[in-house]
Nanobody, 124 residues
Framework: QLQLVESGGGLVQPGGSLRLSCAVS????????IGWFRQAPGKEREGVSC???????TYADSLLGRFTTSRDNAAKTVFLQMNNLKPEDTAVYYC??????????????????WGQGTQVTVSS
């Protein structure tokens, strides 16, 4: 059974950094994309970043290069490094995976499996 578990969220001051992790288990496909999404209160869930099995990455334009996604294949873990955090980055962050796909997407309707989310709060 495929499972995704996010961790690393918390409270951080504006300008600070956090690294989120997404541990994937029960997953055997050699071809996939893993996306990071976030949902702020009262807002739609939006795509943040994506990484494919081939290592290609895509980011939301609004991030202006502040976030970086990477992976550790041996640990079956994907990371989201978030720098220069702003209050507007406050949201629940989710990771999601789609199998047998090698092209990135930031559309939430193009992912089947989701984690439970981790809260990120940016506040002084």
């Amino acid at each position: 059974q495929l499972q995704l578990v996010e961790s690393g969220g918390g409270l951080v001051q504006p300008g600070g950094s956090l690294r989120l992790s997404c541990a994937v288990s029960g997953f055997t496909s050699s071809y996939y994309r893993i996306g990071w999404f976030r949902q702020a209160p009262g807002k739609e869930r939006e795509g943040v970043s994506c990484i494919t099995s081939g290592g290609s990455t895509t980011y939301a334009d609004s991030l202006l290069g502040r976030f970086t996604t990477s992976r550790d294949n041996a640990a079956k873990t994907v990371f989201l490094q978030m720098n220069n955090l702003k209050p507007e980055d406050t949201a629940v962050y989710y990771c999601a995976v789609e199998k047998l796909i090698t092209v990135c997407s930031l559309r939430r309707d193009q992912y089947t499996y989701w984690g439970q989310g981790t809260q990120v709060t940016v506040s002084s």
